[in-house]
């Protein structure tokens, strides 16, 4: 079993900054790789980013550009940062993990709780 826990969500402005991190525990070298989703009010949950083991990243457009996934050495820990935010990045993010990059993408094997952000006009 793998635990993921996020923290850094909040109240930003327009064009502010936030940075959200994961930290996993437990049986964490059956991990692949791991990413954000997100799900804004009224709307379906959506992948936003992944990073695999080997450090491979894959961003949705409506963030490239914006935001920016790393990772820790221990892989451990992921971030989020995130940049220029928008309105409409308002949502509730979640820590994704998964023993394939596609499970990642469409159905994580692990969840975390989501952090909340909201980013005002």
């Known amino acids: 079993q793998v635990q993921l826990v996020e923290s850094g969500g909040g109240l930003v402005?327009?064009?502010g900054s936030l940075r959200l991190s994961c930290a996993a525990s437990g049986t964490i070298s059956s991990i692949y790789a791991m990413g954000w989703h997100?799900?804004?009010p009224g709307k379906e949950r959506e992948s936003i980013v992944t990073i695999t083991s080997g450090g491979g990243?894959?961003?949705?457009d409506s963030v490239k550009g914006r935001f920016t996934i790393s990772r820790d050495n221990?892989?451990?820990?992921v971030y989020l940062q995130m940049r220029s935010l928008k309105p409409e990045?308002?949502?509730v993010y979640y820590c994704?993990?998964?023993h394939s990059l596609v499970r990642v993408l469409r159905l994580p094997d692990y969840w975390g709780q989501g952090t909340q952000v909201t980013v005002s006009s």
Do not use: I
Request: glycine share 16%.
């Open 89 to 91: 990045d308002t949502a």
């Open 74 to 77: 221990a892989g451990n820990t």
């Open 38 to 40: 997100r799900q804004a």
């Open 96 to 98: 994704a993990a998964g």
């Open 57 to 60: 990243t894959n961003y949705a």
């Open 13 to 15: 402005q327009a064009g």
